[in-house]
């Protein structure tokens, strides 16, 4: 098992991801609107999004990601009310990882967080691109989906069900031990509205 280092661009946040392995966690290209949008906001779309605006992601456990350095510095947003909590670091808006909530054990880091010079040999290969109808242009991935394959679903949601029963929501760092997130997140259709 590897672990893998966490570093914001400028590198004032810095942290850890343990026991890696390609099995350990799931690696996806999503290219729905949000994740682009979540990109555009930060003005980060430029090194986040592929060329047919694909977002790289393995998703852990959330209590496999520690923060070392700059905690203070991770922030949230919601795209809508509802929406996943996406991180992202305030002194140069790095985009972190995608959460649901405290009590499911997911974490989706993006891989602008993470120092892997050889993605492929630590986290496995890609084994799925969804969303791809938001793509821009013609995507050219070898395979890719519209929706979420049912076997990559089925695969994500075991794993969710296995860390949740192995306690692995916590200790995390992205909520507090009562639930609430560490950094409480603004909504980006609220504040567009108040424009």
């Given at each position: 098992m590897?672990?893998?280092?966490?570093?914001?661009?400028?590198?004032?946040?810095?942290?850890?991801?343990?026991?890696?392995?390609?099995?350990?966690?799931?690696?996806v290209v999503c290219c729905c609107s949000?994740?682009q949008?979540?990109a555009?906001h930060?003005?980060?779309?430029?090194?986040?999004?592929?060329?047919?605006?694909?977002?790289?992601i393995?998703q852990?456990?959330q209590?496999?990601v520690?923060?070392?350095?700059?905690?203070?510095?991770?922030?949230?947003?919601?795209?809508?009310?509802?929406?996943?909590?996406?991180?992202?670091?305030?002194?140069c808006?790095t985009?972190?990882?995608?959460?649901?909530?405290?009590r499911?054990?997911?974490?989706?880091?993006?891989?602008?967080?993470?120092?892997?010079?050889?993605?492929?040999?630590v986290?496995g290969?890609?084994?799925?691109?969804?969303?791809?109808?938001?793509?821009?242009?013609?995507?050219?991935?070898?395979?890719?989906?519209?929706?979420?394959?049912i076997?990559?679903?089925?695969?994500?949601v075991?794993?969710?069900?296995?860390?949740?029963?192995?306690?692995?929501?916590?200790?995390?760092?992205?909520?507090s031990?009562?639930?609430v997130?560490?950094?409480?997140?603004?909504?980006?259709?609220?504040?567009?509205?108040?424009?």
């Amino acid at each position: 098992m590897t672990t893998v280092n966490l570093e914001c661009k400028c590198g004032e946040v810095k942290g850890t991801a343990t026991d890696i392995t390609p099995s350990s966690g799931t690696r996806v290209v999503c290219c729905c609107s949000d994740c682009q949008a979540f990109a555009v906001h930060l003005e980060r779309d430029g090194d986040t999004l592929d060329k047919s605006g694909g977002t790289e992601i393995f998703q852990v456990s959330q209590s496999q990601v520690t923060i070392q350095q700059g905690h203070d510095k991770l922030q949230s947003l919601r795209l809508t009310d509802t929406g996943l909590l996406r991180w992202y670091t305030s002194c140069c808006n790095t985009p972190v990882g995608n959460t649901i909530n405290a009590r499911l054990p997911f974490v989706g880091i993006i891989h602008t967080f993470m120092k892997v010079p050889k993605r492929g040999s630590v986290l496995g290969p890609v084994r799925a691109v969804v969303q791809t109808q938001y793509a821009k242009g013609t995507p050219d991935y070898p395979k890719h989906s519209r929706k979420f394959p049912i076997g990559i679903t089925l695969r994500i949601v075991r794993k969710m069900v296995v860390w949740k029963s192995q306690g692995k929501h916590t200790p995390s760092v992205f909520f507090s031990d009562d639930g609430v997130p560490t950094a409480a997140p603004i909504v980006l259709t609220q504040n567009n509205n108040d424009t």
